[in-house]
């Protein structure tokens, strides 16, 4: 399907519903700018939680958000909230991109009879979603990997892809000869990925080895890894959250992640070789199901947290800094994932059902 982009829809109201990490919010910020080169006027809410990096993404990319935060034993006082919400707003169409509060957003949507679509980024679906999609209560469920069709099946399941920011696909070969190592443990940090890199590194420079390091920490451990840099004396870049990642990507040999979907879809856009640690308490395991696809297709190495150790990643790192065509190897296969028309089909799938009700 291609719609040519005449704008001949002169408005839509859109309300997008989404977990407050990085990982979701970014390929809602995707659709919405695809959506852009098909509508006239696009009225876009983002319904989200007041927490982490969602204020600082949404208000950046000139979005309203509406954060809704509820917990504990009221937090069934969410679908009054939402209800309310859709009724003073109207959305012609309901986006839910994850999470409870998308889930809510879609089941209102369904009961006030406005068309819901939701993308799965995971390549085996959370349960809202799966529940989601068995009710009818998702007229499509759009995903990120093609074997997802194998999990959940039917003719409203479409591939996608998975949203990815156009400067991902744009990344240039890296011209600076210094070996950089960009580590990264997702939009909230990792503790324990921060932890072992640095005493990875120590390993490294008792052989006489001092890799440049970009290092996004997460708030939580900010002070101690800047702390330990200076301590070690080394000259890193350390950021508590980033938001230029295609900048920092440019700039690095190897990437250090967690296996979160975004991070994966993002290095495989980048074409970035990769060693990755997928958190092991994330729910069906999907992080680490998710990083072995990126694996499968030869385009990174997958390391479990319980067999993640200083020994190991210094000896990896070690061998990548020696071996810069199994970096490349790497970097090349990694794009095999990436789909640089999610964003686009995602977006052409909801003008087209907007035109259907228009002519129904």
């Known amino acids: 399907m291609s719609l040519q982009k005449d704008k001949s829809l002169k408005r839509l109201n859109i309300l997008v519903a989404s977990a407050w990490t990085g990982g979701h919010i970014y390929p809602g910020i995707c659709i919405l700018e695809a959506l852009k080169e098909y509508v006239q006027e696009l009225n876009a809410i983002f319904v989200t939680n007041k927490k982490g990096p969602a204020i600082h993404i949404i208000k950046k990319h000139g979005y309203k958000p509406v954060f809704i935060d509820i917990d504990g034993p009221l937090k069934w006082l969410l679908f009054f909230k939402m209800f309310c919400l859709l009724k003073k707003n109207s959305p012609d169409i309901i986006l839910g991109l994850g999470g409870?509060?998308?889930a809510a957003a879609?089941?209102?949507?369904?009961?006030?009879?406005?068309?819901?679509?939701?993308?799965?980024?995971?390549?085996?679906?959370?349960?809202?979603?799966?529940?989601?999609?068995?009710?009818?209560?998702?007229?499509?469920?759009?995903?990120?990997?093609?074997?997802t069709k194998k999990i959940i099946n039917g003719d409203r399941c479409f591939y996608s892809g998975n949203p990815v920011r156009k400067e991902f696909f744009q990344i240039k070969e890296k011209n600076n000869p210094e070996f950089t190592i960009l580590v990264i443990g997702g939009s909230q940090g990792s503790v324990a990925v921060n932890s072992v890199f640095l005493q990875a590194l120590e390993f490294l420079l008792e052989k006489g080895i001092?890799?440049?390091?970009?290092?996004?920490?997460g708030d939580i451990d900010f002070e101690r890894v800047k702390n330990k840099y200076k301590e070690i004396d080394i000259k890193a870049q350390v950021f508590s959250f980033a938001d230029n990642m295609p900048e920092l990507l440019c700039k690095a040999d190897l990437v250090i992640s967690r296996a979160g979907a975004s991070s994966i879809f993002e290095l495989a856009a980048a074409?970035?070789?990769?060693?990755?640690?997928?958190?092991?308490?994330a729910t069906d395991n999907h992080q680490e199901k998710n990083a072995l696809m990126l694996e499968r297709v030869g385009g990174a190495v997958?390391?479990?947290?319980?067999?993640?150790?200083?020994?190991?990643?210094?000896?990896?790192?070690?061998?990548?800094?020696?071996?810069p065509e199994l970096l490349h190897m790497l970097g090349h296969n990694a794009r095999r994932l990436a789909n640089p028309d999610s964003a686009r089909i995602i977006a052409e799938h909801i003008i087209m059902r907007l035109k259907q009700n228009e002519t129904s």
Request: glycine share 4%; proline share 8%.
């Open 271 to 281: 074409g970035k070789a990769s060693i990755l640690i997928p958190y092991p308490f």
């Open 302 to 323: 997958v390391i479990p947290q319980s067999q993640f150790t200083p020994e190991k990643l210094a000896m990896f790192i070690k061998v990548f800094m020696n071996r």
């Open 106 to 147: 879609c089941i209102v949507g369904k009961l006030k009879g406005i068309p819901v679509l939701a993308h799965e980024q995971n390549l085996v679906p959370g349960r809202a979603n799966r529940v989601l999609y068995r009710l009818f209560i998702l007229d499509k469920l759009f995903i990120s990997f093609k074997e």
């Open 100 to 102: 409870f509060l998308s």
């Open 210 to 217: 001092k890799p440049n390091v970009i290092h996004q920490t």
